[in-house]
């Protein structure tokens, strides 16, 4: 049934401009006869026309990534290294099509061969090697930077299983591995060439020398070997392919002769068994630290193959590392951003390579790490900072430690001392050491001493950054805590996502808003024309349509597309608070159960969300919200007007689902515990409305689309932070606000889980004996309120569909773009290239 690929096929020449739907098809059959070796059984037949589709493409985007780097190698502009543990990159195929501007030609190729291309996009494995909007940030992040033609570098770890895969076993949720690259992986190309080996645990032996100086020895232990992966990054309407490049540990030999040749068959792949779980698996916890040795090796690992890669790109072009010669260099030609503490050891790294390697002075090694490194923090959270032990550090790393106290003494004997001359309170303070039963290392101390820069992701967590975690070091260096607020790119997150409010836009703006996202702020003259209302409101309808589909397929639940789409999807975690949103549809559910006949339009709470799988109280909140729902959408007597549906095994091609469909988006973070958000500005930018606290990037979305057009509830920063000096008592809230307590009641009775009384009563006692750390009480009532009047607005259909419409002619500031053009400007200094 296959017809015969067309033997004639240039691989090396043709541009993605030059490529007709004629050629894509003969490139398409050539990889399914050749590199597929045709396909044994027709079952397969979508998986391998992905997997042809993906290969036809990535030839021709690894023709552009060759011409970007030789464009790169002989302009030699400054390069920015983005160093990020997490990269939560989705599918690639749609995204990179849109982003070459293929995606036509490619679609008709396939109609000619019995395919539909969005049906083949549907094919690939998520790339989930990323908890959260940290990882998402570091994806969009590559994708502005290839679009703006920046010379950029991501840096991350080629984790064998990325994110587990979530599913409900009786409401409960269960983890499986997941194989993203089972059977291998189209975007990918490994560069042996490029590998590097790295040293851990031994001993340091100080000598000393002629001149009366004393050199440290590193007398290593284990090696490893790091093998990159490298992954294309295309730019959208761009010149340029970047790189994303991944480690891969191994070991440095691979087999024991010796243990072998002895008939000991299972030690002598012992090495190889300890150097593969290095990059084994992602750690899936999202804003806590668990402090596990492995993982301090993989931070180590990747940020030692990293370091020494770009000292090797860098001499590739200007020769060796000399002090002398082009030492000075450097920190013209490369920025290393630390996405987060968790690549903090690379500072470290460099001091080592550039002091016992290159044999520079303390000064000049000291001095270079300053001006090329910087640092982005993303969390106020104290279990979220990271604190590595000093008994570790000196097992693992033995030297890197006698680096790092030298540093620490410097600061504390120079800076601290000049600015606050004896005071030993100080010193303790802001020492890179915290003394106590563990002496523990301050990982974001180390990034903020040697940074030249310090960036918060949104206004109120930056200024949180200076005033309340590092007042003192503001105090120091008063112009090196800064901003930069975080952005998605409008290319994922609108135009291949949600095809039809594209062509709706494109139609309506005479610039490509993908490129400039303040272009749409022209939709605001047609927020009230009728016609246009009609034609916004109508793709939400077709979307919502689509989600009811998925719904069903995923849950069996049957959803109206009339009712009101609630979406609240993120990290589950009690700072963010789905427990607030599962409360309030407790008080629902009895305000219809009192009052069937509620003057209330239907709604769908619509939750995705995976749990740590060690945190136990965010696995009771989605088991309460699982037996719940499953009461709520069972029970004939409310009319179908309250349903509440969670969608498994949350990702980003998920969200790429949900987001398009959502009326509401739930962002209601206690305030001050969001540092940004991200997933608030894919929802608005999709033309849901906001239901939020006054916190992260909530309040620059408020500001951008005006309060009229957004519904803004609860406790600011300052209130919370009175309430906790007065002291919060949640069991004042019990006791006065008799729905709170008629809801909170209702979960130690079997209600919601037949026969097993008081499972949910853990979720009662978080609130009560627990001290509802994040203030869920306090904010009920304000909620409450918040979502009634919600509810009213969204009867008026023409006030609607002015505010959805004003929320996606908003969001011009949330382009990533816009957030990379503020690194350049302020923080790496990059000219394009
Ligand atoms: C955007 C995104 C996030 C971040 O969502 P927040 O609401 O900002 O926490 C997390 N996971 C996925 C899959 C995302 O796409």
């Known amino acids: 049934m296959f017809t015969k690929a067309k033997t004639t096929v240039n691989k090396t020449t043709a541009s993605s401009s030059t490529i007709d739907a004629a050629e894509l098809t003969s490139r398409i059959e050539y990889h399914l006869q050749f590199t597929l070796g045709d396909i044994a059984d027709e079952k397969e037949t979508k998986s391998a026309y992905w997997q042809a589709t993906s290969l036809a493409l990535q030839d021709i985007i690894v023709n552009k990534l060759k011409a970007t780097k030789a464009r790169q190698f002989s302009s030699d502009a400054k390069s920015v290294n983005y160093l990020s543990l997490e990269y939560l990159m ?24 019995g395919f539909e291309l969005a049906d083949l996009c549907e094919q690939g494995p998520d790339l989930a090697l990323g908890n959260g909007g940290l990882g998402r940030l570091a994806a969009c992040f590559l994708d502005s930077l290839a679009t703006l033609d920046y010379n950029a570098m991501g840096y991350g770890i080629h984790y064998q299983h990325g994110l587990f895969k979530q599913a409900f076993a009786d409401g409960h949720q269960i983890e499986t591995p997941d194989m993203w690259r089972e059977f291998g992986n189209p975007w990918e190309v490994c560069r042996p060439e490029s590998a590097q080996a790295i040293k851990l645990y031994g001993e340091v032996e100080q000598v000393v020398q002629a001149n009366g100086s004393v050199k440290s020895i590193w007398h290593a232990g284990n090696a490893f070997r790091g093998v990159p992966w490298d992954i294309p990054i295309v730019g959208y309407q761009s010149d340029t392919v970047n790189t994303l490049r991944l480690w891969e540990c191994r070991a440095d030999n691979a087999f024991d002769w010796d243990k072998f040749n002895d008939g000991d068959y299972l030690h002598a792949l012992e090495d190889q068994v300890q150097a593969e ?5 992602l750690y899936p916890n999202d804003e806590h630290d668990a402090g596990k040795e492995l993982r301090f090796i993989q ?5 030692a193959c990293s370091v020494k890669d770009i000292i090797a790109r860098f001499e590739a072009k200007h020769g060796k590392l000399n002090l002398a010669k082009n030492i000075v260099l450097l920190a013209d030609k490369v920025a290393i951003q630390l996405n987060d503490t968790h690549p903090t050891l690379a500072i470290l790294e460099f001091m080592r390579v550039l002091l016992d390697e290159y044999e520079m002075t303390w000064n000049e090694a000291w001095n270079l790490a300053g001006k090329v490194f910087a640092y982005t923090n993303h969390t106020l959270l104290p279990e979220a900072l990271e604190k590595w032990s000093v008994a570790l550090f000196d097992k693992v790393l ?4 006698t680096i790092l106290y030298a540093i620490n003494e410097a600061f504390l004997n120079n800076d601290v001392a000049a600015k606050w001359p004896n005071d030993e309170a100080m010193r303790a303070r802001l020492s890179l050491i915290e003394e106590g039963e563990q002496r523990t290392v301050r990982m974001a101390h180390l990034c903020v001493v040697t940074a030249h820069k310090v960036n918060g992701v949104a206004q109120v967590h930056s200024d949180l950054v200076k005033s309340d975690l590092f007042p003192e070091f503001n105090a120091l260096w008063p112009n090196k805590l800064t901003n930069v ?5 409008p290319r994922r997150w609108l135009k291949a996502c949600n095809p039809l409010l594209s062509k709706l836009l494109s139609k309506t703006i005479k610039e490509d808003w993908a490129k400039d996202l303040n272009s749409l702020k022209q939709l605001s003259a047609l927020a009230d024309d009728n016609n246009f209302q009609q034609q916004f409101m109508d793709i939400k309808l077709q979307n919502k349509i689509l989600l009811t589909k998925e719904i069903k397929a995923l849950t069996g639940i049957t959803v109206s597309p009339e009712a009101i789409f609630d979406v609240q999807i993120k990290r589950l975690h009690e700072y963010k608070r789905q427990h607030l949103n599962l409360l309030h549809i407790l008080a629902l559910y009895r305000r219809l159960l009192e009052n069937p006949e509620l003057d209330m339009h239907p709604r769908v709470f619509i939750f995705g969300a995976k749990a740590a799988p060690g945190y136990k109280l965010a696995k009771a909140i989605i088991y309460a919200t699982n037996k719940i729902a499953e009461k709520i959408n069972n029970d004939p007597r409310i009319n179908d007007k309250l349903k509440v549906v969670f969608l498994p095994n949350y990702r980003v091609s998920l969200a790429e689902k949900i987001i398009p469909a959502a009326d509401v988006s739930e962002q209601i973070s206690t305030a001050g515990k969001e540092a940004s958000g991200t997933g608030n500005m894919k929802l608005a930018l999709n033309g849901a409305v906001t239901i939020g606290t006054l916190d992260g990037a909530n309040i620059e979305i408020a500001e951008e689309v005006g309060s009229d057009n957004i519904f803004i509830f609860g406790l600011t920063v300052d209130e919370v932070k009175a309430l906790d000096n007065k002291g919060y008592n949640s069991q004042h809230y019990y006791e006065t606000n008799s729905e709170i307590k008629a809801c909170l009641d209702w979960l130690d009775t079997d209600y919601f889980t037949p026969g097993h009384e008081g499972e949910l ?5 978080s609130f009560l004996d627990g001290g509802d750390p994040y203030k869920v009480l306090a904010d009920f009532q304000s909620y409450s309120d918040a979502h009634f009047a919600l509810g009213k607005a969204y009867q008026n259909k023409a006030q609607w569909a002015r505010m959805a419409i004003l929320n996606t002619a908003m969001m011009g500031k949330f382009n990533s773009d816009r957030s990379i053009e503020d690194y350049v400007d302020n923080i790496w200094h990059l000219t394009k290239s």
Not at 90 to 113: P, Q, V, W
């Open 299 to 303: 931070q180590y690992f990747f940020c």
């Open 485 to 489: 607020t975080n952005g998605i790119t």
């Open 277 to 281: 779980s290095v990059s084994k698996v």
């Open 761 to 765: 009563s853990t979720l009662k006692h």
């Open 398 to 401: 033995p030297r890197h430690l």
């Open 90 to 113: 989705g599918r690639l195929l749609s995204n990179n099509l849109h982003n070459i501007n293929l995606y036509e030609i490619t679609d008709k190729a396939l109609k000619g061969l």
